[in-house]
């Protein structure tokens, strides 16, 4: 249910940001933008999760206590970043190649990353901080 009130309202952003935006605009957009951001979603974020997962593995010190905890923490908000660091310079190709206004391509991304990580930070980042944990017991248990 939630990601289907994420996508309605990522569909709104982007019809808005859109000259002329209206409400049959997004009536005919809602089902092609619930299809493409399922697709996205396995396409992109699968990815960037792990990523991300690796960059966190490779930069918190396992020498701190509660590593696994730190970098559990560290990638889901790393994928937030890398999400918006390639959404903005999609949004800039975009832009200049379109001739358009800047403006509208990054104040889109930057609503659907803001929107997502709204939606979904309250469980992404306690299940990171569960998951580095349950590692880094395993890591703790095997080593001794």
Same mark, same amino acid.
């Given at each position: 249910?939630?990601?289907?009130? *994420?996508?309605? %309202? ?9 000259? #002329? #935006? ?28 792990? *990523?991300?997962?690796?960059?966190? !593995? ?13 970098? /559990? ?11 918006? %660091? ?5 949004? %800039?190709?975009?832009? *200049?190649? #379109? /001739? /358009? ?11 659907? %990353?803001?929107?997502?990580? /709204?939606?979904?930070? !309250? ?8 998951? #580095? ?12």
């Amino acid at each position: 249910m939630l990601y289907f009130v *994420v996508q309605a %309202v990522l569909i709104l952003l982007l019809v808005v940001s859109i000259d #002329g #935006g209206s409400a049959g605009l997004f009536l005919a957009m809602l089902p092609i933008g619930m299809l493409s951001g399922a697709v996205s979603t396995a396409a992109f974020i699968a990815p960037f999760a792990f *990523v991300a997962g690796v960059l966190a !593995w490779r930069v918190v010190p396992s020498r701190y206590r509660y590593a696994g905890a730190l970098g /559990g923490l560290v990638a889901p908000l790393l994928v937030y970043l890398l999400a918006a %660091v390639i959404g903005i310079l999609m949004g %800039v190709v975009t832009a *200049v190649l #379109g /001739g /358009g206004p800047l403006s509208r391509p990054l104040v889109s991304v930057v609503g659907i %990353v803001a929107v997502a990580f /709204g939606a979904t930070c !309250w469980l992404t980042l306690p299940l990171g901080v569960l998951a #580095g944990s349950s590692t880094s017991g395993l890591a703790h248990w095997t080593t001794e």
